[in-house]
């Protein structure tokens, strides 16, 4: 494997044992992520800084943990969809584009954002029919208030993995959620079915304890980080590479400052030898030049009614689905154009 680092990727040999490492993280199945989110994490990870195109890895020599291995949750065998013949997988760019489907969103704001279990399935379809490769959620209460109870986690989670088999979902853990503040804990530990990972604002005093619990859990950690303030804490935070990602979420500024900002924080990263993928995303106006700025960085990305319900021209977007297409028309033009082409061609 190093050989395959050092020779496609002409890594030094410091970066090939960080790649090494992350590969063995994510892909072996140390963490208990589905096996598209460990590949775009290492994929991200190798070859971040390389331009948007098309690679082809052969993974024939690797062996995945059987399920249920130690410390593997669900290190889970490969679909045999991308397994066949020699185990080759394809990897386009960006690796990562991710979908936000609801946040704390109500009807109001946007009538297509979907709330009950049944809305979430037939949205998270449409996204990953538009290109969308992994999925980030805010379970609900029948009343369609934000909730980390177990059992609307579970309906939520279910209803989509039935209709996307595969497709890593995550969970927002915000600490404003009902019951709120450190009594969400409990509901956060006795959750029976899981998310793949769950995002963490590490601005809120007990972020750290919530990662703590969600890896106790077995459950993937998203790092957010709003400025540089939050990108100290967690890279001072002794199990920082333990997380799935880093998020850099501009969620106050001005275009222009969410572009300073964020490279402020990618900066302190980078220094940091933080080797995690990260995702960068903008929410309200901001959310399209984020969207640029990850392209032009070579970062995972999202987008979705949770941080911003226009289109790159100013109209309000129908729905998901059609702000995941924009996003993929300006993070990897080829695909879109191929995916435009095969939607229609599948049309009547
Ligand atoms: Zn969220």
Redesign the pocket.
Known sequence: MEAFLHRTMRLDKAEMSIHRQILCHRYIGVEPNSWQMKMSGFVHSVIYQMPPQTFTFRFGQLRTKPPGAAGARGAKELPSRSRRATGELIASFPAMLQA?LN?GLQKTAHSAVPVSPDELARDAAAVRAAGANEL?I?ARTAEGAETLDPAAVADALLAIRAAVPGMPVGL?T?AWIPPSGRLRHEHIRSWSTKPDYA?VNLNEPDALEVIDILFSQGVGVEAGLWDQKDARRFVEYVDFKKCLRVLIEMIHESPASAVAYARRILEMLRHCKCALPILLHGQGNTVWVCVELARSEGLDTRVGL?DGLTLPTGEIAPNNASLVSAALHILDPIRSAAETKSRSAASP
């Open positions: 936000c946040g980030h805010h927002g915000g995002s949770e």
